[in-house]
C-alpha cells in the first residue's frame, strides 16, 4: 500500500503566497536533507514549522469548531490519537504568533480536506496554538 503525502496542496498554496509569510530558499546541504524553504512570520522574524496531529472521529465537531471560528472556550483538551480519522494540519510561528490551520478527514483511503484554511494571528493564534498543542 502506498504511503499517504502529508503535505496538502490547500494550506500549502496559501502558506507560500500569504504577504506576511516570507520565503527563502535553504542551503544547499538544507535542501539536500529537509527543505528546500525556510518559512518567516516577517512581524516578529519567528520561524514557521509544520505541527501535524490526528485525532478519533468522536472530536472531528469540535476539531472544526476551533478551525472554523477560533472559539477555544468551553472545548473539551484534544487528546491526539495514533492513525486516527481526523488530521489537523498547521503551520506554526516560533513565538505563537501565527498559525494557519486546516483539518482533514480519512476517507477513500486518504486525507482530504474538510475546512478551509484559517489564518490567526496575535492572541487568538496562541489560544488556538495551546489548545492544539497542549500547552497552556
Known amino acids: 500500500m502506498e ?16 504577504p506576511e509569510i516570507e520565503r527563502k530558499r ?26 501535524t496531529e490526528t485525532y478519533g472521529a468522536e472530536l472531528a465537531e469540535e476539531i472544526q469548531h476551533i478551525v472554523c471560528t477560533g472559539m477555544t472556550d468551553d ?15 498547521a503551520y506554526i510561528s516560533g513565538d505563537h504568533g501565527f498559525c494557519a490551520i486546516q483539518v482533514l478527514r480519512f476517507m477513500d483511503f486518504e486525507y482530504s480536506p474538510v475546512t478551509d484554511t484559517h489564518v490567526y494571528t496575535g492572541d487568538k493564534a496562541q489560544e488556538i496554538i495551546s489548545k492544539i498543542t497542549g500547552r497552556a
Open 75 to 89: 472545548m473539551p483538551d484534544l487528546a491526539p490519537r495514533a492513525n486516527g480519522n481526523v488530521m489537523l494540519q
Open 26 to 51: 535553504n542551503g544547499f546541504l538544507k535542501a539536500m536533507f529537509g527543505s528546500r524553504y525556510a518559512l518567516t512570520y516577517r512581524p516578529t522574524g519567528a520561524a514557521i514549522k509544520t505541527h
Open 3 to 18: 504511503k499517504t503525502n502529508t503535505t496538502y496542496t490547500p494550506i500549502g498554496n496559501l502558506i507560500h503566497h500569504l
